[in-house]
C-alpha cells in the first residue's frame, strides 16, 4: 500500500482541486482530507456519511468561581495569558488556554477543573470515487495534529481490511503541526504551486520540509500560464532538488465551473485538461517507490 | 487601531489586501506578516534593512544525577515531552508546549530552563511603513508562540501607528490567534463553494469575539453569489469587492502590490480603508 498527499505550503493553489481530480482516476484508493481546519474536498466529493465520531482530545483548565479564592497563583503561572481577573476571582479564557494543567495542579484551593475538550467529528463516508474518512475540526480548536494522525491511521485501517492500495489525502496549508502529521508514513507529496514570487517560496519551505522527512516530492504547476517567466523559476529550482514536476496546467476557467457544479474538473471540463491530468496522474503512479 | 486581514481559505487574497492597504495608508502605518509558516508580504513590500533576530520557547534540560525518578514531572506534562523510563529521564524538546509545569514541580531541582528555535522575528521599512514578520523555522509544529512573540515585541514606536496584520490561513489555534490582538478583523474571500464554506468557518469562528468585522470579495465575477447571500443573511458588510481580471493575478505573479501596480484598484482599496477604519472607530466609540 502506497500513502500519496497533496500539500502546498500556500493556500488555495489548487490542492483540493488536484486531488478531486485524481480521486476520479484512482482505481482502487481510499480519500482522505486532512486539511481538518477548512476542509473542502466534500464539496467536490458528497460523501454519503456512513460513521461519525466525536473527537475528543486534550484538556481545558475551568475555574470553579465557588471555590476559587482569588489568590492569583494561576495568573502567575500561565504563559498563554489565558487567566483574566473576574471580579474577586479568575476565569479561564478557554481560547487562549493550552491545556497545560499547571494552574489545575497547583492552585492551592483546588478550584480549578480540567474538563475533557471536544474538538470536532470525524466521519467515515462512501463517495462515487470510493470510500473517504474526513472531519470537522470545530472552530478555534487545537489539536489538528492529532485529529490528522488518527484519520491517517483510520484510513491505513480500512485500506489494509478492505485491500485498497493507496491512500490519497488533501493536505493543509502552511508547514506547521496539521502538516507534519500528514507527513508521517507518507511515500509521497505532491506539492501544488503556482508561478508567482509566493508559490515559489512557499514551495521551498515545504519540499525543504518533506526532504527532512524523507517524503519523495513531485510537483504540480498550477495555472503555469499566468507568468511564463515564474514557471520556468519554478522548474529550475525543482531540476536543480532533483524533483518531477509532473504538471503545467493552464489557468482554467472550468475549474471554478466545475466546483459550483459539485463536479471534479476532469468530469466536467474539455478533453485537453483531463488528458493532462491522466498524464500526471500517471506519471506520479510511476515515481513512487516500489515496495518489497 | 490594530486590523488583522484573514480568512478560512488560503490563498484568497489576504497578502493582496494587506500590501495593497499598507502601500496605499496614507498615514503612520505598521505591516505585520503573523502567517509565520509561510510568510509572503516580504516578497511584495520589499522592505528594507530587513534583520532579525531568532525567538525561542523554554524547555526543560534534564539534570539525571540529582533526578530522584519521581515522576511529578511526567505526570504534569500534558505533551508528552518528558517522561520516566526505568532508569532513565527522557526530554522531548520537540514535543515541549513551553508551560514551564515540570520546571514548577521538580522537588529535586533536577530541571532547568533550556531553549528550543522557533524561527525568527524580523524588522524592516517598506517605503513609509514599518514592516515586522515572523518566520518559523522549517521542521518546527508550533506557530502560536511565535505568533505571540512577534506581537510581544512589536516596538513601542509601532505599536503607536495603525497596524495591519497579514493572518494565517483557516479557524484553528493559529488564525485565532491573529485575530485575537485586533480591534477589526477584514475577512477575505473568493465567491467559490470552496471560498464560500471556509467563509463561514472563519465567520463561526470570530464573530464571538465581537469585533466589528466585514467582507473583501476577490476575484468577483467567478464562481456563483454564495458568499453576498451568505453576507446579506448574516447582516455581514461587504467593505471591497476586487473583480476577477488577469491583470491583477499577472501583477501579483511578478511581485507587484495590486493595488499600487492596476490603477483600477486604488479607489477600491481607498474605500476599504475608510469603511475598515470607520468601523473599528466606531466600536471602540460604543
Redesign the interface.
Known amino acids: 500500500m502506497h500513502e500519496v498527499v497533496v500539500i502546498s505550503g500556500k493556500g488555495g493553489a489548487g490542492k483540493t482541486s488536484v486531488t478531486g481530480a485524481f480521486a476520479r482516476l484512482a482505481e482502487n484508493a481510499i480519500l482522505c482530507d486532512l486539511d481538518v481546519d477548512a476542509p473542502d474536498l466534500h464539496l467536490l466529493l458528497a460523501p454519503e456519511v456512513k460513521r461519525t465520531e466525536e473527537f475528543r482530545s486534550g484538556n481545558e483548565a475551568v475555574i470553579d468561581p465557588e471555590r476559587c479564592t482569588g489568590c492569583g497563583r494561576c495568573e502567575e503561572l500561565c504563559r498563554f495569558e489565558a487567566v483574566r481577573p473576574d471580579g474577586d476571582v479568575f476565569r479561564i479564557d478557554p481560547l487562549h488556554c493550552e491545556g497545560c494543567k499547571v494552574c489545575v495542579a497547583l492552585c492551592p484551593a483546588q478550584a480549578i477543573d480540567f474538563p475533557e475538550r471536544h474538538c470536532g467529528h470525524w466521519h467515515e463516508s462512501e463517495t462515487r470515487f470510493g470510500p473517504m474518512v474526513h472531519a470537522q475540526l470545530f472552530p478555534g480548536e487545537e489539536n489538528s495534529g492529532r485529529l490528522v494522525t488518527l484519520l491517517k491511521k483510520r484510513a491505513r485501517e480500512i485500506a489494509e481490511e478492505e485491500g485498497y492500495d493507496l491512500v490519497l489525502s488533501d493536505g493543509a496549508p502552511g508547514i506547521g503541526c496539521p502538516v507534519i502529521s500528514s507527513l508521517a508514513g507518507t511515500d509521497m507529496a505532491v506539492i501544488v504551486t503556482e508561478p508567482t514570487p509566493s508559490g515559489l517560496h512557499d514551495l521551498g519551505r515545504v519540499a525543504e520540509l518533506c526532504d527532512r522527512f524523507r517524503t519523495k516530492v513531485t510537483v504540480f504547476i498550477n495555472k503555469f500560464d499566468l507568468n511564463p517567466d515564474q514557471t520556468e523559476a519554478i522548474e529550475a529550482y525543482c531540476r536543480e532538488r532533483g524533483y518531477a514536476v509532473i504538471c503545467r496546467f493552464p489557468h482554467d476557467n472550468a475549474v471554478t465551473e466545475a466546483m459550483v457544479e459539485g463536479r471534479v474538473v476532469n468530469e466536467y471540463g474539455d478533453n485537453a485538461a483531463s488528458r493532462l491530468l491522466e498524464t500526471a496522474w500517471n506519471d506520479m503512479l510511476n515515481l513512487l517507490p516500489s515496495k518489497k | 487601531m490594530i486590523y488583522a486581514i484573514a480568512s ?5 487574497g489576504k ?1 493582496t489586501v494587506t500590501a495593497s492597504l499598507a502601500a496605499l495608508w496614507g498615514g503612520p502605518v505598521t505591516a505585520v506578516d503573523l502567517d509565520v ?2 510568510p ?1 508580504l516580504h ?2 513590500l520589499k522592505p528594507e534593512g530587513l534583520a532579525g533576530e531568532p525567538a525561542w520557547i523554554e524547555v526543560p534540560v534534564a539534570d539525571e544525577a540529582k533526578c530522584t525518578r519521581c515522576r511529578a514531572c511526567s505526570d ?1 506534562c ?2 508528552k515531552a518528558i517522561s520516566v523510563m526505568g532508569d532513565y529521564l527522557l526530554t522531548f524538546p520537540e514535543m515541549c ?5 515540570c520546571l ?2 521538580c522537588p529535586e531541582g533536577a530541571l532547568t530552563p533550556g531553549k528550543r528555535e522557533l524561527g525568527e522575528i524580523l524588522m524592516g521599512k517598506a517605503g513609509n511603513a514599518d514592516f515586522l514578520m515572523g518566520r ?1 523555522r ?6 502560536p508562540p511565535l505568533m ?1 512573540q512577534v506581537m510581544a515585541r512589536m516596538p513601542e514606536s509601532m505599536r503607536k501607528n495603525d497596524v495591519l496584520i497579514d493572518a ?9 490567534s491573529a485575530v ?1 490582538h485586533a480591534d477589526c478583523v477584514v475577512l477575505v474571500t473568493e465567491p ?3 471560498g464560500l ?2 467563509f463561514k ?2 465567520w ?2 470570530f464573530s464571538p469575539m465581537g469585533k466589528p468585522m466585514g467582507a473583501v470579495i476577490n476575484r468577483a465575477g ?3 453569489d454564495g458568499v453576498q447571500r451568505f453576507c446579506r443573511d448574516k447582516n455581514i458588510p461587504i467593505w471591497a469587492e476586487i473583480p476577477f481580471d ?1 491583470a491583477v ?2 501583477a ?4 507587484e502590490v495590486p493595488g499600487v501596480a492596476v490603477a483600477a484598484l486604488r479607489e477600491t482599496f481607498a474605500a476599504l480603508k475608510d469603511r475598515m477604519t470607520r468601523a473599528a472607530r466606531e466600536a471602540s466609540h460604543a
Open positions: 478560512g481559505k488560503g490563498g484568497t497578502t509558516e509561510e509572503n516578497l511584495f504534569i500534558q505533551f508546549h513551553g508551560c514551564g509545569g514548577e514541580v518559523l522549517i521542521g518546527e509544529a508550533m506557530s505571540r494565517p490561513p483557516g479557524v484553528s489555534c493559529p488564525a485565532v485575537m467559490t463553494p470552496f464554506h471556509d468557518l472563519a463561526e469562528a467567478v464562481g456563483d488577469r493575478a499577472q501579483y505573479s511578478r511581485g
